[in-house]
């Protein structure tokens, strides 16, 4: 007995009439005849008197029609439970550097909370290394992070390079180069690199940086995280490069400068799971593009996939 025909057999029953009830179930009468014909024909019954006006169900249509009521009932309810279970059930986590938190990483979260509403975010920080680790692991689902760090099992796209800047106290002479200075320029200084967690991180990515310029800055000191090494900088303790969009962190008298230089960029890429092509991960793939329209920041956008071309 499908649920469709008990649907319209409790129309009939109310409207007591087929026409009213063909009008109110939106088909032609002929057919809604033929399925209570059916469903007499299934059960071996009569449900409605013949000939009466306005029709009247028999005993058995009449217990017919309570149970009916009754199912129908429990079939919604379990459709709207089993809908809201799929939906509160859904978990998406996401690992990221710290230093992504500074800049764009808490709009784009924002942007798709508000356009997933139902599904459960959970953020975690993590280097890219244990990035990939985790989500091998299933502890995370997707990952934004700073290396290009290669794995069979995880799909990767650049997602833009950010430019760099170096940090400086208001009184140091770096800070009236408001134009912008060359990595040379930073090579004699004291400078603040982070975090000191196992390599490859940003420290290392940095010092990668002013090696392809050949240049090897001698006065390094290796700090937890770049709050700790701005405060120290805001202290005129030294100088610290960091990625532009945490140029967010104020400090008293702390200024930040351009690095000039065209290889003084740091890439930002998003991982998955290779074979993961859920709506959810693709759904944060273009919640990112959506931010960077918003703030008008130029990029070139690859279809999210395992196995596309090397960036
Ligand atoms: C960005 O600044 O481009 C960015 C930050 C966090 C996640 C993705 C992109």
Redesign the pocket.
């Known amino acids: 007995m499908e649920l469709r025909y008990l649907r319209y057999f409790v129309a009939v029953v109310e409207e007591q009439s087929f026409t009213k009830a063909a009008e109110r179930l939106f088909i032609a009468q002929p057919p809604l005849s033929r399925q209570i014909q059916n469903l007499e024909n299934e059960l071996g019954v009569q449900l409605f008197e013949r000939g009466s006006r306005p029709l009247q169900t028999t005993t058995a249509g009449q217990f017919l029609y309570q149970h009916a009521l009754k199912l129908l009932s429990n079939a919604e309810e379990v459709k709207s439970m089993t809908k809201r279970i799929g939906l509160i059930e859904r978990t998406l986590t996401i690992g990221?550097v710290g230093s992504?938190l500074f800049?764009?990483?808490p709009r784009?979260i924002y942007l798709y909370r508000q356009q997933n509403p139902n599904l459960n975010i959970q953020l975690i920080e993590l280097s890219t290394t244990e990035q990939i680790q985790a989500l091998k692991e299933g502890r995370i689902d997707v990952g934004?992070g700073r290396l290009r760090i290669s794995d069979p099992a995880v799909k990767r796209v650049l997602?833009?390079k950010?430019r760099l800047v170096v940090a400086a106290h208001s009184s140091h002479p770096i800070a009236q180069r408001v134009e912008g200075v060359h990595l040379a320029d930073l090579v004699d200084e004291k400078l603040f690199v982070y975090p000191n967690t196992p390599k490859p991180n940003f420290s290392s990515q940095l010092l990668n940086i002013f090696a392809e310029h050949s240049l090897s800055p001698q006065n390094i000191r290796e700090l937890r995280e770049i709050q700790l090494a701005l405060g120290l900088v805001a202290a005129g303790e030294g100088l610290c490069v960091i990625p532009a969009?945490a140029d967010t962190i104020r400090f008293p008298h702390l200024v930040y400068i351009p690095i000039l230089d065209s290889g003084a960029v740091s890439p930002?890429f998003?991982t998955a799971r290779a074979m993961d092509n859920s709506e959810d991960v693709q759904a944060i793939y273009d919640a990112?593009f959506q931010v960077y329209d918003l703030e008008c920041i130029e990029y070139k956008k690859a279809p999210f996939q395992w196995g596309q071309a090397e960036d």
Do not use: K, Y
């Open positions: 990221f992504l800049g764009l990483l784009i934004f997602l833009r950010e969009s930002i998003i990112v």
